[in-house]
C-alpha cells in the first residue's frame, strides 16, 4: 500500500471523525486555531511538520502492513504444505498385511465343559446313549463309561435291561464288585462285569439275598434261590444257620451249606433235636439226650478214674453224661442226688441204677428204661450195654 494511499486513508479518517474529536487534541484542528491567530510563515512551519509526522506514520504503517502481509504469505504456506503433505498421505497407497486364518483346536478325549465331562473323538461327541470303553478320565488307563450325547453320567443307570453303577468320586468308572448306595439312597450289589445282582450272592465273607424285581437286599425272609434251594435270611440280610426261628416253627440250618436240615437228630449246647421231615425241631427230653449222649461212648476203655472220652470208670460216665460238677464225682456222692427206689424192675430211661447197698453202693449204671443200661463195667472192659437179668442193681434215683 503506497504512503499517499494511507494519507488519503488517515485524511478520509479524520474528516469522517471531525465532529467526535476534540478539537483542542486532535493536531489538524489544532493547526486550524493556531492559524487564525499566527502569521502565515508559522502556518507554514506548522504545516511542514504536521505533514512530517504523517508521512511517518504512513511509513510505519506501510512497515506493518509489509510485516503482516509477509507473515499472512508464511501461514498460508505452511497451511498449504501441511495440507499438501496430508493429501499426499492419503493418495499414497497403504501397505498391507493379509490376516492368516487361525485353525480351531481339534478336542479330543475328555474335556470340562460347564462342570461336566464331555469325551469328543476328532472334535465330534457321539449322539444319544451310549456304553463304551474309554480312556480314563485321569489318563489311567481304560474303564467302561456310559454317555449321553457326550456327556459322562454317574450313578446307578440303566442300560441294555440291566442296571450298572458308575462313581463320580473314581473318574465316573463303572463300578464292579461292590455294595454301594444309589443317588437315591437305596444299596445294590454290582457284580464282577458291573452288572446289579439279584438272588443269592456272596459279600464279605457271607450271603444275601437280592430281590429280582426291586434288586434291594431282602431282609427277614425264607426265600428261594436261584438254583433252588431254601435259605433264611436274618434282619441284617445275613444268610443263618443253626437253629433258627421262623413263623413260630424252630429250624436246623446247617451250618456249612445253610440248607434246612430235615430227618435227623442234632444235639445244639447240650440239648438234643429231632428234625423231621419238614425240618421242624422238636427238643428230645433232657434225660434221652444224656442217655445218648452216654450211648455215644460205646466201645470207650474202662480207665480208673477216668472221666473224659480218653476212658472213663463207671461214676465218671455218669458225671460227663450229666455234666455234673466235681462235688458229684464218685458213686457215693452221685447216689445223694434223689430218692431211693427199689422197684428196679420199673426205673425209667435216664434214671441212675446202684449196684450195693444204699449206705454203701459200689457200682453205678444209667437205665435204658427196658430192662437194660448203659455203663463202664471194670478193668480191661469197655463201656457197653449190661441187662438186669444178669446184674440186678440194688435201688434207683431218678434224675
Known sequence: ????????????????????????????????????????STISATSANAASMIASEATTINTETSQ??????????????ETKAVEENLAAPVASTAVQPQAAEVKNGWVNENNNWTYYNNGQVTSGRNYSYLPTINGEGHSWYLVDNGIVQSGVQK?????????ANNNYQRVDNNYVQSQWGSWYLFGNDGRIQTGVQKWAGTYYYFDPTTYLRVDNDYRQSQWGSWYLFG?????????????????YFDPVTFTKVVNTDVTVNGTKYHLDNDGVAKAVSNVDAKVDKALS????????????????????LVQWAYGLGPSYRTTYQQATLGTHEHDV?????????????????YHVAISLGDGTYVHAPEPGDVVKIGYSKYFTPSFYITM
Open 235 to 251: 434282619n441284617d440280610g445275613r444268610i443263618l444257620s443253626g437253629l433258627q426261628t421262623w413263623k413260630g416253627q424252630t429250624y
Open 345 to 361: 424192675i420199673n426205673a425209667p430211661k435216664g434214671s441212675l441204677l446202684f449196684f450195693g447197698s444204699d449206705n454203701a453202693p
Open 1 to 40: 500500500m503506497t504512503i499517499a494511499a494511507v494519507a488519503s486513508v488517515i485524511g478520509l479518517a479524520t474528516t469522517a471523525n471531525a465532529d467526535e474529536i476534540n478539537t483542542t487534541t486532535s493536531p489538524v484542528q489544532t493547526t486550524q486555531v493556531a492559524g487564525n491567530s499566527a502569521d502565515p
Open 159 to 167: 442300560w441294555a435291561g440291566t442296571y450298572y453303577d458308575f462313581d
Open 68 to 81: 503482516n502481509d509477509v507473515t499472512s504469505d508464511i501461514s498460508q504456506n505452511t497451511v498449504s504444505s
Open 297 to 316: 461212648q460205646r466201645g470207650v476203655p474202662y480207665v480208673w478214674g477216668g472221666n473224659t472220652p480218653a476212658g472213663f470208670d463207671c461214676s465218671g
